[in-house]
């Protein structure tokens, strides 16, 4: 079973930086696309960043110029550098993989973390 689990969240200041992470477990032989979502209060699941196997990057543009998305030497890590955040930016943050090939040969389409809660305010 492949499970991803984010870490990293928490309060900061407007114009801090925060760092989150996920890691996925499992018997995992390749993941082809990692990526970071977020749902803020009263809206919809939104796309922040993503980042294939090649290290192709994809922003929102919202948060282009402010977060960086990145893949761990281990491949089954992913990581976002948010700087510069704005109140706007509080939400719960959601970690996903598509694309997982595990040992055994299974193939899951896709994996979504459990959600780690960022909140900018003064």
């Known amino acids: 079973q492949v499970q991803l689990v984010e870490s990293g969240g928490g309060l900061v200041q407007p114009g801090g930086s925060l760092r989150l992470s996920c890691a996925a477990s499992g018997d995992i032989f390749s993941i082809n696309a990692m990526g970071w979502y977020r749902q803020g209060p009263g809206k919809e699941r939104e796309l922040v960043a993503t980042i294939t196997s090649g290290g192709t990057t994809n922003y929102a543009d919202s948060v282009k110029g402010r977060f960086t998305i990145s893949r761990g030497d281990a491949k089954n890590t992913v990581y976002l550098q948010m700087n510069s955040l704005k109140p706007g930016d509080t939400a719960v943050y959601y970690c996903?993989?598509?694309?997982?090939?595990?040992?055994?040969?299974?193939?899951?389409?896709?994996?979504w973390g459990q959600g780690t809660l960022v909140t900018v305010s003064s």
């Open positions: 996903n993989a598509q694309g997982i090939v595990v040992l055994s040969g299974y193939r899951y389409l896709e994996v």
